[in-house]
């Protein structure tokens, strides 16, 4: 099973609101990575997790809050986001890496389409 | 710091007839190279990867590509082209030992009948 599910599909949200996204895999995976896209743009990096703890972190706004509650579940939390966060958010996952002479493929979810008004 | 470049944000080619994305790479050190799929609305989708095995990769959906050193290369390929192939397509590059995917532009490819 190489699949990765995401809820909601699709969100619409004020500005005002706080809104959760959930990213779920079960293929063992103990990397996790959230993407932001753009239309016709590629996907931007904005979170890794490592086992569970915070890796990365590309200079997000905290109005996006990241979540790893267990190895198989990762969350994005939404607060006082702006019309330019509507985007498309990804989730993905791969192995960790566990040598320097390797680079592991990133499976990803099918997306949240989000729209802030 | 490694990078992709993807020449051509469009490609039209008629259905049966070759398709050819293009991908050149830049890193200091030999690189693992990926091409994704993404159809519209949806994920990204791994067609096939470069990881030093073998230079001419097969990767699902009929696609294939060719890691050419010397050009510092990745071009993606399939023979016959189908509607069902028009999708964007990402060339995406990672640093041995980093598990984070550096992406090209993309290039959308239309199929027409």
């Known amino acids: 099973d190489t699949e990765v599910t995401q809820t909601p599909k699709h969100l619409v949200m004020g500005m005002t609101n706080k809104k959760s996204l959930k990213c779920e895999q079960h293929?063992?995976?103990?990397?996790m990575y959230w993407y932001k896209q753009k239309a016709k743009k590629p996907p931007e990096l904005m979170f890794v997790?490592?086992?569970?703890?915070?890796?990365i972190n590309e200079s997000v706004p905290s109005r996006f809050s990241p979540e790893c509650p267990n190895s198989s579940l990762l969350n994005l939390h939404l607060h006082a986001l702006q019309p330019e966060d509507s985007a498309l958010y990804l989730c993905?996952?791969?192995?960790?890496?566990?040598?320097?002479?390797?680079?592991?493929?990133?499976?990803f979810g099918p997306g949240t389409r989000l729209t802030v008004t | 710091a490694q990078s992709v470049t993807q020449l051509g944000s469009h490609v039209s080619v008629s259905e049966g007839a070759l398709v050819l994305l293009r991908c050149n790479y830049s890193?200091?050190?030999?690189?693992?190279l990926f091409w994704y799929v993404q159809y519209p609305n949806q994920g990204l989708q791994l067609l096939l990867k470069?990881?030093?095995?073998?230079?001419l990769v097969k990767g699902i959906n009929g696609f294939e590509a060719e890691f050419k050193k010397s050009e510092t290369s990745f071009h993606l390929t399939k023979p016959s082209a189908h509607m069902r192939d028009a999708a964007e397509y990402f060339c995406a590059v990672s640093d041995p030992g980093y598990s984070t995917l550096t992406f090209g532009k993309g290039t959308m490819l239309l199929v027409s009948p």
């Open positions: 993905a996952s791969s192995q960790v890496l566990l040598t320097s002479g390797s680079s592991y493929e990133q499976y």
């Open positions: 293929m063992g995976h103990r990397a």
């Open positions: 997790y490592s086992y569970e703890k915070l890796s």
């Open positions: 470069y990881t030093s095995a073998a230079t």
């Open positions: 890193s200091s050190v030999p690189p693992y």
